[in-house]
């Protein structure tokens, strides 16, 4: 640990520990809560898919009316995404955003179970979406910021891998509580264990370092803050590398900032990457299932390619991070979208064969879900450190929208009469614009950089 401390034996060089050093003990207990919450985020975003036919039964309310108390979340999630990732990064702290949003989505969580009327589930699910939408991208960028720098990507695809295993935490509790409770007792136990655990992550994680030394310019703050993640102790200052265009802009608005001159069109290539890659995971995830029974196959295939989203998906997102450690992101997200096209393309040749049909959906998730962890690490790793947080969480809620959108699009599609070959089809031209999209994203970064892209150095494994 010698290393990091000045000349002076009192300041910590907070920075080159981070792209020098290991990962202590503390730096894993911290990362661990982060993919906690990370988990509870997850399953308190499916939860009540679990439930909307029981509470249907119950409240009196049409199973068919769910459908706006699910927009309502999502419509809660981009709002949540959109504002107080800015605020995170102006005036809050990352930490205190997570902290807000965690709690507010457990405590709807709670609430849901105590809503009676279509209005009132509307409201509180608006409620329990800002709190999930403002916490996930927050949680990511906080996960970045902590991880040695050499393991980084890692860490960003295993937290983004724990959201589907959210949903499965979500069904293993389902299966065991509803049969003797009900679902009200299973809304208690997720909230519940949502507010706890939001409470313990208080008292581990602290604060972003570099939040507290160069936005609130707290070096108390920031050498507690030091201590709780390395453990260090005779420390008087902590130092984290200047960031001379932020400190230049520091009176804008963070928002603002993501269309300075020099960061313009990589904000707009990441909205557009972003707003099609999960355009292209909500479809899949919710239509590819209908989808290939319209086509003639049995409930069966159904069931099984929802399965195999869900096994893709983790599998895929695991192996992006020790992928792109290795053999460069862009080589690695640029071969993801071709496989993804490739199979998205070939997947109406094969509807008269379930198996290969599984097989083909299996491929689809875990290449689409990869390419969609690739980019968080790319906007991670592409704008100021000063304005992450908001570069994130805005290019997640523009994502929420195309998300929110295509399911629809899709249907609209089926009313007009298209054949479950022809809108698959149009999912994979989604794949070619948000691969443009990428390539766009490298271009700009390479004459911005006049070097190798962000994300293919040699420090990172390099292409």
């Known amino acids: 640990m010698n290393g990091i401390i000045g000349a002076s034996r009192s300041a910590f060089d907070y920075s080159r520990q981070i792209r020098e050093g290991g990962l202590s003990a503390r730096q894993g207990l911290v990362l661990l809560m982060l993919g906690l919450l990370v988990l509870f985020d997850g399953m308190d975003n499916q939860l009540l898919g679990l439930i909307a036919h029981d509470m249907s039964q119950d409240l009196g309310v049409p199973i068919s009316a769910f459908g706006l108390v699910f927009s309502s979340a999502l419509i809660g999630a981009i709002a949540g995404a959109l504002l107080l990732s800015a605020a ?16 507010l989505a457990g405590t709807g969580t709670l609430l849901t179970a105590h809503a009676e009327t279509l209005v009132e ?41 724990f959201v589907p295993l959210g949903s499965l935490l979500g069904s293993v509790m389902a299966r065991a509580i509803l049969p003797h409770s009900g679902w009200h007792a299973l809304l208690y136990a997720a909230g519940c264990g949502t507010v706890a655990l ?34 260090v102790v005779g420390i008087a200052s902590v130092v984290v590398d200047e960031d001379r265009e932020a400190e230049a802009n ?29 355009a292209i995971l909500y479809f899949v995830m919710n239509w590819t299932p209908a989808l290939l029974l319209k086509a003639g196959m049995s409930s069966t295939a159904g069931i099984n390619a929802a399965a195999m989203f869900g096994l893709g998906g983790a599998a895929g ?21 071709f496989v993804y096209i490739a199979a ?46 908001t570069a994130f969480g805005w290019a997640f809620g523009i994502g929420r929208i195309g998300a929110a959108g295509a399911p ?14 022809l809108i ?24 911005r950089s006049g070097e190798s892209p962000a994300g293919d150095g040699s420090a990172l494994g390099a292409a």
């Open 198 to 231: 939001t409470v313990l992550t208080a008292l581990i994680v602290p604060e972003s370092i570099a939040f507290l030394v160069h936005r609130k310019r707290d070096q108390p703050a920031a050498v507690v803050a030091v201590r709780k993640l390395f453990g």
């Open 317 to 337: 997102t695991i192996a992006q991070g020790w992928l792109t450690t290795r053999f460069g992101i862009y080589k690695v997200m640029i071969a993801e979208i």
């Open 424 to 447: 698959f089809l149009w999912a994979a031209v989604l794949g070619m614009i948000t691969g443009a999209a990428l390539l766009g994203v490298r271009l700009v970064l390479s004459r």
């Open 88 to 103: 995170a990064d102006q005036w809050l702290g990352r930490k205190r955003v997570v902290i807000l949003g965690m709690s």
């Open 250 to 278: 520091s009176r804008k608005l963070p928002v603002a900032r993501l269309f300075d001159a020099n960061l313009r069109k990589l904000t707009i290539l990441f909205w557009i990457a972003f707003f099609m890659d999960q």
């Open 408 to 421: 629809v699009v899709a249907g609209v599609f089926l009313g007009w009469g298209w054949s479950s070959a």
């Open 121 to 161: 589930l509307i409201g509180v699910r608006f409620l329990t979406g800002i709190g999930l939408g403002a916490a996930l991208p927050i949680l990511i960028s906080l996960a970045s910021e902590f991880a040695p720098q050499r393991h980084s990507r890692l860490v960003v695809s295993l937290m983004i891998a």
């Open 344 to 389: 998205m393309m070939s997947l109406p040749t094969m509807l008269g064969d379930p198996e290969m049909a599984s097989a083909l959906v299996f491929v689809i998730a875990a290449t689409i879900c990869a390419y969609h962890a690739g980019l968080i690490n790319l906007i991670l790793e592409s704008f100021p450190e000063a304005i992450r947080s």
